[in-house]
């Protein structure tokens, strides 16, 4: 069966299943999204294309741009980036403070916060304007230009991101945060504001499914290896305390984020990204992840 034919049957079945779970409350803006949009879109390294619902809507992608962010650093520092951080799932919430005190201030992994500040903290050092550069890294994966951050999602976020700012705090009195942390902040707010289609995001993770490298220029944005290894810490770790049970159900690489967006990648087949706002405890899209657990089944494609 054709990828366009199992994915608007399975959107349909989830459609109509209900639609559980809660807004992101915790970041107010988070909190006006509407609750019913979903969207899917499938890019495919044969260079298929295939969408249903909201895909070209824009959401906040948040924790989603934490894979870009390292994807960047370790393009930029290599191997030398496990010196600052784990490759560890931590099995605590994504906001969690508790490990890093007895981790003497190394994050178990890159995608918890604590994590993506150290990585935040590297590009701050190593970019010479690192709202821009990074911005200028996404645009040129797909070749997209509409890419934004949106200062309405970044300052709601910091209006209230006191915990987040304990989290950087903490990890700098173990002198592994190596800039001011609020600039470390404003960068991380900065990055967990972008705005994406689920058709643009699927677009601009492709080259996690075609051995690191863009389709649209066959440009080299990671090796092999290093391809390999992001593929890998999504799938040990993109889902929080959530990651075995991403692995159990739906057997692809994948992260999420509190906007409730999901991006999975299946290495050299495709990038699937959807979008349903409400999260389940574990801050990951309900309807989300039962699409994708519905679609790796009837697909009998995963990574196992
Ligand atoms: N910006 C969010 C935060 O720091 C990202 C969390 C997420 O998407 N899991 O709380």
């Known amino acids: ?71 960047l650093a370790y393009q930029i520092l290599g191997e030398r980036i496990w010196s600052r951080l784990g490759v560890e799932p931590s099995g605590t919430a994504f906001n969690s403070l ?34 821009e550069d990074f911005l200028s890294f996404i645009r040129g994966l797909s070749n997209n230009l509409g890419l934004d951050y949106s200062e309405r999602i970044s300052a709601s976020e910091k209006s209230v991101g006191f915990r987040n700012v304990a989290l950087c705090n903490f990890i700098k009195s173990f002198g592994n945060i190596q800039n001011d942390p609020n600039e470390v902040l404003d960068f991380y707010f900065d990055l967990c504001s972008l705005e994406l289609s689920c058709k643009e995001l699927s677009e601009l993770f492709l080259f996690l499914a075609n ?39 739906v057997g692809l690489p994948g992260k999420s984020g509190v906007g409730g967006g999901i991006i999975a990648i299946h290495p050299n087949q495709y990038a699937l990204a959807v979008w349903s706002p409400k999260l389940n405890k574990k801050g990951n899209s309900y309807k989300g992840l039962k699409f994708l657990e519905a679609f790796t089944t009837k697909s009998e494609l995963s990574i196992f």
């Open 1 to 71: 069966m054709s990828f366009n034919k199992i994915i608007e049957e399975v959107y349909e079945k989830v459609r109509l299943i209900g639609n559980d779970g809660q807004l992101a409350s915790y970041i107010p803006e988070l909190a006006n999204v509407d609750s019913h949009k979903f969207g899917v879109h499938i890019s495919t390294i044969d260079r298929m294309a295939f969408g249903v619902g909201n895909y070209r809507d824009k959401f906040s992608i948040q924790s989603i741009a934490k894979v870009l962010s390292l994807c």
């Open 98 to 131: 508790v490990q890093l005190e007895a981790d003497n201030g190394i994050p178990r992994n890159p995608f918890i916060n604590s994590g993506a500040m150290v990585i935040s903290d590297i590009l701050v050092s190593e970019l010479d304007n690192p709202r």
């Open 211 to 249: 051995n690191g490298q863009t389709l649209f220029d066959n440009k080299a944005i990671l090796t092999k290896s290093q391809c390999k290894r992001i593929n890998a810490l999504m799938q040990t770790c993109g889902f929080y305390d959530e990651s075995g049970e991403f692995a159990f159900k």
